[in-house]
C-alpha cells in the first residue's frame, strides 16, 4: 500500500505562486508514474501534470506556467504553479501509479492523496 499526502495549496492573488508537495509513504517504488489533477466544483478532474520515468507530462492550462519535479531520495513529488490565474482554483490531488502507459488520465492511478486546497483571488 502507498500513502499520500499533498500539502502547500492556499490563497494566493492572481499572478503570484504556489508550491505543492506530494510526500509518499509505505511501498513506494521510484518506478511509479506520479500525477497531479485538479478538481473545481461542478467539474470532472482536470489532468495537470505528471512525471514517469524521466519523462513530464502537462496539461494544456500547465503548459509554460506549472513544473513537476521529483525527489525519489525523498519520495516527494512537487509542482512548481507560477503566474496563478482565478480559474486555476482547485482541489489538487496527487496520484500514483504502477503502470505508465496512460498517465494523463485519471483512470489507472492506483493511489491518491486527500487533495489540497488552492484559491486563486482575482
Known amino acids: 500500500q502507498v500513502q499520500l499526502v499533498e500539502s502547500g495549496g492556499g490563497l494566493v492573488q492572481a499572478g503570484g505562486s504556489l508550491t505543492l508537495s506530494c510526500a509518499a509513504s509505505?511501498?513506494?517504488?521510484?518506478?511509479?508514474?506520479v500525477g497531479w489533477f485538479r478538481q473545481a466544483p461542478g467539474k470532472e478532474r482536470e489532468f495537470v501534470a505528471a512525471t514517469s520515468r524521466g519523462n513530464e507530462y502537462y496539461g494544456d492550462s500547465a503548459k509554460g506556467r506549472f513544473t513537476i519535479s521529483r525527489d525519489n531520495a525523498k519520495n516527494m513529488v512537487y509542482l512548481q504553479m507560477n503566474s496563478l490565474k482565478p480559474e486555476d482554483t482547485a482541489v489538487y490531488y496527487c496520484?500514483?501509479?504502477?503502470?505508465?502507459?496512460?498517465?494523463?488520465?485519471?483512470?489507472?492511478?492506483?493511489?491518491w492523496g486527500q487533495g489540497t486546497q488552492v484559491t486563486v483571488s482575482s
Open positions: 496520484a500514483a501509479r504502477r503502470t505508465i502507459v496512460g498517465v494523463t488520465t485519471p483512470l489507472g492511478y492506483d493511489y
Open positions: 509505505g511501498r513506494t517504488s521510484s518506478r511509479f508514474a
